[in-house]
């Protein structure tokens, strides 16, 4: 898995930045472009999952995404059945 950091391009920055904005870090626009204000997004995120703020979206903040999403799982659907939607949404897309 490559990872993500400014000037990237393409569909999975706008993968990440759906993410970002669904979770309430990111208020830019989706347009696939790994800008400064994805990036500070990013650092935001990593910040709130407990992965190393350094603005690069690769394995280890997947990695704590997952486990950040898995926790609040189990702590508020898991009795609806519910999985945590992102890491299965990026695995599946190659990350």
Request: hydrophobic share 35%; no cysteine.
């Amino acid at each position: 898995m490559a990872w993500l950091g400014r000037y990237s391009t393409g569909d999975r920055v706008k993968d990440v930045q759906s993410l970002l904005w669904q979770a309430g870090a990111y208020n830019g626009k989706i347009d696939g472009y790994f800008g400064p204000k994805t990036e500070s997004a990013v650092r935001s995120w990593q910040s709130e999952v407990g992965a190393l703020p350094d603005g690069f979206w690769g394995s280890k903040t997947i990695d704590a995404t997952g486990l950040y999403l898995a926790g609040l799982n189990d702590l508020e659907s898991l009795d609806a059945g519910k999985d945590p939607v992102v890491p299965r949404m990026m695995n599946q897309k190659g990350y």
